[in-house]
């Protein structure tokens, strides 16, 4: 039997990333929640959350409505934040859309599932074309496409923003609302029967719950075992390179590969990399130190190969981020747990969290307060889909 937040019952939030405080913020400084919201996050800097380590991008082009609308929603929020946000101009970081256009390119072995993927895009009205490749030639002459049976190129409504500056925007907003929040870390969760009722800090504080949200990130599989609760979340580790090339194309787009290697312009540069294709390694864990080996041997030959602009590649930084891989199948999981009704998911976002984090703390904040995410159903994403086996597949992973 599900539970709601008793009105005004305490909420504390564990994790203040993006997640985290995207929901804080629609809790109170949308809804105007009165009852205590409290973010315990225990690094202000964000130094290895996934948010300061991600890229940003937001796209149309996932393959289940849910995800796109979704992904639509964090767009125009992003494009509109100043209607959103009220917060004083000097104190609102620049968390400004960046419009930019994807081009998911597949073989001819890839072709059905691309296709398949425009049709429910176009179904749900995203303005998404499908090209083939004398289309993406047109368009883009420096794109080699020898091997390309179609793609997928967003017309509009794509693009990325800085997604620490999203976050801090969302933090100030949160804080200006009178959510607190507090330097500190969960290191353990008391439970009696199915109702969780208090959190043990590291301080040696203890705060009381009416209803908590895990929104730990990487790390929210971890929190889950705290109570004794089953989530599918581990860190796992993906590196960004930056990179500039002597004869850049004029019109770069966000190519996302065949090979599973992605490119996209920024600044003077590209950033690039790559996600395992099924089958290949991909522990989780370890630490964050950038994967070079990855740049010559995936991501300089793919992007070479797709294109003579990217030759003379010369890789000029890179970093290592976790990913909050949801090992169960790649989607978020939100929303009440079945049995214990007070702890809340709204994690696992595996590589989509910030384009959905202002859609999920709508969501998040609408189904405690009113016990139902009212502007948009992600029943889909609860957690009983996994005792259950039911994956939610979605073919637009990167
Ligand atoms: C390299 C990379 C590229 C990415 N690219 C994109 C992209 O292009 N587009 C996109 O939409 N998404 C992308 N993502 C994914 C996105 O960044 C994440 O899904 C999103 O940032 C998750 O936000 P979060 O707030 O849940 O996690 P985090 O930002 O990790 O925040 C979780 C917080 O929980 C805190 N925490 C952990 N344990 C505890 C505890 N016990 N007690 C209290 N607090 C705790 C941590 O300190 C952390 O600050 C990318 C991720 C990476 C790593």
């Known amino acids: 039997m599900t539970r709601r937040a008793r009105p005004a019952a305490d909420i504390p939030i564990i994790g203040g990333g993006i997640i985290g405080s995207a929901i804080a913020w629609w809790l109170k400084g949308h809804f105007r929640y009165p009852g205590t919201v409290t973010v315990i996050e225990p690094d202000p800097t964000y130094a290895d959350g996934a948010t300061s380590r991600s890229l940003g991008s937001i796209r149309q082009q996932f393959s289940t409505p849910e995800n796109i609308l979704m992904s639509r929603f964090g767009l125009n929020f992003v494009a ?105 870390r969960v290191i353990a969760i008391d439970r009696s029967g199915d109702t ?61 590969d065949p090979s599973g290697v992605y490119v996209r312009p920024e600044g003077n540069g590209f950033l690039t990399g790559s996600s395992p294709l099924p089958g290949q390694p991909d522990p989780d864990g370890g630490n964050l130190d950038p994967d070079y080996d990855q740049f010559e041997g995936v991501c300089w030959p793919a992007l070479a190969h797709r294109s003579v602009a990217f030759e003379a590649l010369r890789m000029t930084g890179a970093w290592g981020g976790f990913y909050d891989y949801n090992t169960f199948d790649q989607n978020a999981v939100l929303g009440p747990h079945r049995q214990v009704g007070n702890f809340w998911f709204a994690n696992g976002f595996s590589g989509h969290g910030v384009q959905q984090a202002p859609a999920v703390g709508r969501a998040l904040a609408e189904w405690l307060l009113q016990g139902r995410s009212v502007s948009l159903s992600l029943d889909l994403f609860r957690h009983d889909r996994i005792a259950a086996g039911k994956p939610v597949v979605e073919r637009g992973i990167i």
Request: aromatic share 6%.
């Open 196 to 256: 969780v009722t208090g959190l043990a800090l590291g301080s040696g504080d203890h705060l009381p719950v009416g209803a908590v949200v895990n929104a730990a990130g990487p790390w929210a599989g971890a929190v889950a075992a705290m109570a004794d609760i089953d989530l599918p979340v581990v860190p796992r580790k993906r590196t960004v390179f930056h990179v500039t090339t002597p004869t850049p194309p004029a019109d770069p787009v966000l190519i996302v």
């Open 80 to 184: 509109r934040l100043a209607d959103w946000i009220d917060l004083p101009a000097d104190a609102m970081p620049d968390a400004r859309l960046t419009h930019g256009h994807y081009l998911m390119l597949a073989t001819e072995a890839g072709s059905d599932a691309l296709q398949a993927n425009v049709a429910v895009q176009q179904a749900t009205d995203a303005p998404v074309a499908l090209l083939n490749p004398d289309e993406v030639r047109r368009r883009f002459p420096w794109i080699n496409t020898a091997d390309i049976g179609c793609a997928a190129f967003g017309l509009r409504d794509e693009g990325w923003v800085d997604p620490y500056a999203l976050l801090q925007t969302f933090r100030r907003a949160a804080r200006a609302a009178d959510a607190c929040y507090l330097q500190d």
